[in-house]
């Protein structure tokens, strides 16, 4: 009897394994494609914003959402106590915003508490150190939100520059290059003399699937003219870009 109980327990554990190592497969998968599609521009790195868009139900206290902040912060590594908060309310809105910044990442945290019901929680992280520990960056803050939500929205964008005007051709190269790299059907495009961008669907991004005017959408590229700079930025994102460029 108690080897039969040994057998379960065992063959339950294993399946277990299989599972979270399946997801850590997956998740590292497309994240690892969509970096090698970044690299493929031979621009030079400048920084990578990611966003996560999470609904927290049920009732949950102050400091509930608070620690949710510190949480984040902590799994970057950043000391807590550098946490800047802003905490208002109107009535029985209630709003902490929460800024910390450090030698590696700057995160926003925007929480708005509009009932007893539900609680809209932002996180923004902006980083210009080495990009490729994104995939640890992303995937810790991903587990962490998907404990206390079970609605998230993530945006991964990463920014890279040219130290010259890029030339329409150039620029229509790069796309069509990436697009074939990434195995991704145009969708939609715009352009005028100074930008480009482009909205695409790749399978190898699957995970990251977004409608679009009736179409299916996971990745978006920009490519922009920057006078100020005197410099061509392009942006690679999924599944779309949601920073002002």
């Known amino acids: 009897m108690k080897a039969i109980k040994f057998i379960a327990i065992f063959l339950l554990l294993f399946v277990l394994g299989m599972f979270i190592s399946y997801a850590d497969v997956k998740c590292n998968n497309w994240t690892d494609n969509f970096i090698k599609a970044f690299e493929q521009t031979n621009s030079k ?11 927290v139900s049920n009732e949950k206290s102050q400091e ?13 590594g950043i000391n807590k106590d550098n946490i800047k908060w ?3 309310q109107e009535n029985n809105n209630i709003k902490i915003y929460a800024k910390v910044k450090d030698n590696n990442y700057t995160v926003s945290f925007t929480a708005i508490k509009k009932n007893d019901e539900e609680c809209y929680i932002i996180i923004d992280i902006l980083s210009n ?16 939100l ?3 939500s079970n609605s998230l929205e993530n945006s991964l964008c990463i920014v890279g520059e040219y130290t010259k005007n890029l030339q329409l051709y150039k620029s229509n190269d ?3 290059d990436i697009l074939y790299n990434m195995n991704a059907k145009e969708i939609d495009k715009i352009k005028d003399k100074k930008f480009i961008s482009v909205t695409a669907y790749s399978n ?8 679009y005017l009736g179409n299916k959408i996971n990745l978006n590229i920009g490519i922009r003219y920057s006078e100020n700079e005197d410099k061509t930025l392009i942006y690679i994102a999924t599944p779309i870009i949601k920073l002002d460029y």
């Open 174 to 176: 790069i796309l069509e």
């Open 129 to 144: 150190k080495v990009y490729k520990r994104i995939v640890d960056t992303y995937q810790n803050l991903y587990e962490l």
């Open 204 to 211: 190898l991004l699957a995970e990251n699937d977004l409608e």
């Open 146 to 148: 998907n404990k206390h």
């Open 64 to 76: 509930y959402i608070k620690n949710i902040c510190i949480d984040a912060v902590n799994c970057l």
């Open 45 to 55: 790195f400048k920084f990578y914003d990611i966003k996560i868009n999470s609904v």
């Open 86 to 88: 802003t905490i208002r």
